[in-house]
């Protein structure tokens, strides 16, 4: 059995289980006395523009940080002819070789040697086990990192005023590639 929706004098509808006529009249001269209903002005559009701008920067922000979870596991520094290329999150950058100290490199461990460590972000990405940016470190200087782990750390300056420091897979076999690029 279905129950019934029956139109009311007042406008108002009242489910039923198949009640009788005069009880439905009693009922909705009793209703229609007791209850006048008032719509609420609908709201002006400006709340939902700014709940629209909200939604599309949590929205970007996500985009952000997925993105920079797929790039911490796919960075990587390329050496090409006459510069090397790092390629990663948001602070990848290619940097010739005339701008690179190569003769200075060396492999860090950053848990013996804390000067090198980074000690404050200033523009980059700091996530446990990732970070990559700009950092000032320990030493003072500035540093671009692209840093997974703390061991087995290449340190390479530049002549821009900033060092790098990277956590590539083989970091002897790096050096040494980067010495053969080199005039």
């Known amino acids: 059995m279905h129950p019934i929706i029956e139109p009311w004098p007042s406008g108002n509808g009242v489910q039923t289980d198949e009640v009788s006529a005069p009880f439905q009249d009693a009922l909705a001269a009793e209703i229609g006395d007791l209850m006048?209903?008032?719509?609420?002005?609908?709201?002006?559009?400006?709340?939902l523009w700014l709940l629209t701008i909200v939604c599309l920067m949590v929205v970007v922000v996500l985009m952000a940080l997925v993105y920079t979870a797929y790039a911490s596991q796919h960075a990587r520094v390329e050496i090409k002819r006459?510069?090397?290329?790092?390629?990663?999150?948001?602070?990848?950058?290619?940097i010739p070789f005339n701008q690179l100290d190569?003769?200075?490199?060396?492999?860090?461990?950053?848990?013996?040697?804390?000067?090198?460590?980074?000690k404050r972000r200033t523009f980059g990405t700091g996530l446990p086990g990732y970070a990559s940016g700009w950092f000032r470190l320990h030493s003072g200087e500035k540093a671009l990192i692209y840093l997974t782990t703390r061991r087995h750390?290449?340190?390479?300056?530049?002549?821009?005023?900033y060092v790098l420091l990277l956590s590539v897979e083989k970091p002897a076999e790096f050096i040494a590639t980067l010495k053969q690029y080199t005039p």
């Open 36 to 47: 006048d209903v008032f719509a609420i002005v609908p709201a002006s559009s400006k709340p």
């Open 82 to 94: 006459d510069r090397i290329k790092l390629v990663g999150d948001f602070w990848g950058r290619e």
């Open 102 to 118: 190569i003769s200075d490199a060396r492999i860090l461990d950053l848990s013996r040697h804390s000067a090198y460590a980074p």
């Open 153 to 161: 750390v290449v340190y390479l300056p530049t002549f821009a005023g």
